[in-house]
């Protein structure tokens, strides 16, 4: 019997060796496509805050111009930079050109904004020369801005010549103020 009985004892501890503990089953937490969702609307809100955040900045950068522009009602910016230019010339200078840059990055930035580049001259020379003159400043400004992807149907020209001035001065500084080329936002 004691032989029995140890034989069913060592079946026993065989058919158990034999069969081993369970193994456990690992998963995977897969990434849920909720969580995904979750992440994707706040970054989608987190940008469009920012959009929203740089819209109102410039927004706040505009001021009503006091006279009305060609096509209907003007702004001025803050963030839009005067280009200045050489006596008799209309070369963008290497330091307008950045400053070209810049302003073209923030018409980027608000595919809706439509400007006037305003051409303007110092007190020397007549005024038929002047406003040609203003013309050709303000064209170097558009071709400048074209060849940056602002597209043509945004940008308008018009010539001011030496009717006015920024400085009012009859020197080589007042004058080099008034060899410029400005900028205005177009509203309509």
Request: with cysteine.
């Amino acid at each position: 019997m004691v032989k029995k009985g140890l034989s069913i004892i060592l079946l026993v501890l065989c058919i158990g060796f034999l069969m081993g503990c369970p193994k456990k089953t690992v998963v995977k937490e897969e990434p849920s496509v909720k969580k995904e969702a979750v992440a994707k609307g706040e970054a989608e809100r987190s940008t469009k805050a920012r959009e929203e955040a740089a819209q109102r900045e410039f927004e706040k950068s505009m001021v009503a111009k006091k006279e009305p522009g060609i096509e209907g009602v003007v702004s001025e910016s803050s963030l839009l930079k005067d280009i200045h230019f050489d006596f008799d010339k209309y070369d963008i200078r290497p330091d307008d050109a950045e400053i070209l840059k810049g302003d073209a990055a923030l018409f980027k930035k608000y595919p809706k904004v439509k400007i006037q580049i305003e051409g303007h001259c110092d007190e020397r020379g007549t005024t038929e020369y002047n406003l040609a003159l203003g013309e050709r400043r303000a064209n170097s400004a558009k071709k400048y801005l074209l060849s940056l992807g602002i597209p043509e149907s945004r940008i308008s020209t018009i010539s001011y010549g030496k009717e006015r001035p920024l400085d009012s001065g009859h020197n080589e500084e007042a004058w080099a103020k008034n060899r410029r080329d400005h900028m205005i936002i177009l509203s309509k």
